[in-house]
């Protein structure tokens, strides 16, 4: 197993770029292009593992949404991108995997040192497109659709999450007048 090379497998279309060192995936990680739903490979496709259990590229953050959905776990760039998209503000809460703590992301100190009135809506994309070199043969580009199904995946999981909240709601309450559970 060379653990410098790696593969990285696109949750949302099932692209592979590859073979990478660690320090490009680090820098896609860093330019938001790795999601949490992503996977990477680093023993030649053999076995894959989600991206934020490798700590390298430290996707250590949870982004509690304002209607309680987390996100993540992901990193500040990603973090970055949702404030220039207006996805969030920096009224959101933001747990660190880390350390269990939670905070406004306003008062974070990377947020109050970071530049992140840099990245704006009209420079996001810019920069971000997959070079074309790393993608194994076959993989057609669509990066234009990968960050609107990105939002969809969390638009539905959201959604999924509501009608199981309403399920268990109404399971309790056949329980609590019938006395047992439902068939």
């Known amino acids: 197993m060379n653990e410098r090379i790696w593969h990285l497998l696109k949750a949302s279309d099932k692209e592979v770029y590859g073979p990478i060192d660690l320090e490009t995936l680090r820098g896609w990680a860093a330019d938001a292009k790795v999601s949490p739903l992503d996977k990477l490979s680093n023993d030649g496709r053999m076995s894959w593992m989600r991206a934020p259990m490798v700590p390298e590229l430290q996707m250590d953050l949870l982004v509690q949404m304002p ?26 809460t933001i747990i660190n995997c880390v350390d269990n703590s939670e905070s406004r992301l306003s008062e974070l ?12 809506a009209a420079t996001t994309l810019l920069g971000t497109q997959w070079p074309d070199d790393k993608k194994l043969p076959g993989d057609a580009s669509q990066q234009s659709r990968i960050g609107t199904l990105e939002r969809q995946v969390m638009e539905l999981q959201r959604v999924v999450d509501e009608w199981q909240q309403a399920y268990n709601s109404l399971k309790q309450q056949y329980v609590e007048m019938v006395g047992r559970e439902p068939l």
Request: overall charge negative; proline content about 5%.
């Open 67 to 92: 209607d309680n959905y987390l996100y993540g776990p992901t990193n500040v760039a990603t973090i970055q991108e949702f404030l220039a998209t207006g996805e969030i503000d920096e009224n959101v």
């Open 109 to 120: 100190a990377w947020f109050k040192a970071s530049p992140h009135h840099v990245r704006s």
